[in-house]
């Protein structure tokens, strides 16, 4: 790729200023959708072929470029130019460093827009399925404990003051409904992220009779787009991931809250245990609930992408901007 060539540069005859590259490039945090970008472009090699654009040869030739590239990513063995802007670039360049006039197929009908929000949707739906998996065992674990201590007596607090008896038990099961309700506000929130945008291209589809629908059950998506513009302009997808995630955090952060008071020496309801706690240079005799404090900090940046992404969308035109990088 020379100088000039970039994915959307055949109109234009020269490159962009090194500081205008400098700020669109996403590569630094994209790269991490590399697995995905893979997946949705086999995706993609297997609609052309649907549609009769690529022979069984060309279609195979591409899905082994494709995965011995992921590979290639994934374990560090990819040298990346400065010239790539995106996870996109950079696997797309390689498939057609490979397989030359072959690989520059792979881009024929698809855009950057329906690809990038693709990846990003089995990403999140990746990692929804990770949270729902921890967040179940912690519910399991809180059960668990409640069951231990389910006749010790706890002062239950109002205003952090003592105020009426209750019992451990029933503390942390106040907590265990809490992440219960998490578990089923990720199960809602999948359900509606499991919507594939692959096909949507640039904002109207393709010309190409590309079937998306087949490309949905490709990837694993219970259905595929309706609608064009909104399936690669909107991130209510990010937004509300976000606010389930930022909901969590903050039942976290008070279990942390908790955590954090019951092994204060003062209180002595609770010690805490080595594997969780930090000392001090200075003073030996600390025992320090670091753990807790820092899952109550973490809180506020989740919360705090949320609002970000909140920020950026609001008032936005529909259509891809690049605004929607930031997501």
Known sequence: MSEEERLWSGRFSAPPASEAHALGRSLAFDARLVSQDVEASIAHVRALEDAGLLDAEEAKALEAALADVGHEIAEGRATFDERDEDVHSVVERAV???LGDLGAKLHAGRSRNDLVITDLRLWLLAAGRMAERETEALVRTLIARAREHAGDPLPGT??????????????????????ARDLERWGAWSTRASVSPLGAGAIATSTLGLDAEAASSRLGFQRPFENS??????????????AVAAIEATHLSRMA??????????LGWAALDDAYATGSSMMPQK?????AELVRAKAARIAGGFVTVTAMLQGL??????????D
């Open 287 to 291: 025992r320090n609930p670091d753990t």
């Open 257 to 266: 809250a908790d955590i954090t008071r019951w092994t204060d020496p003062a």
């Open 158 to 179: 109002t205003h952090t003051r003592n105020a009426q008896p209750v019992t451990l038990g029933h503390h942390l099961l106040a907590h265990g409904w809490a992440f």
């Open 96 to 98: 057609t460093d490979r």
């Open 229 to 242: 513009i909104d399936a690669v302009s909107d991130r209510d997808v990010v937004q509300e991931f976000l």
């Open 317 to 326: 035109p529909l259509g891809y901007h690049r605004d929607l990088q930031e």
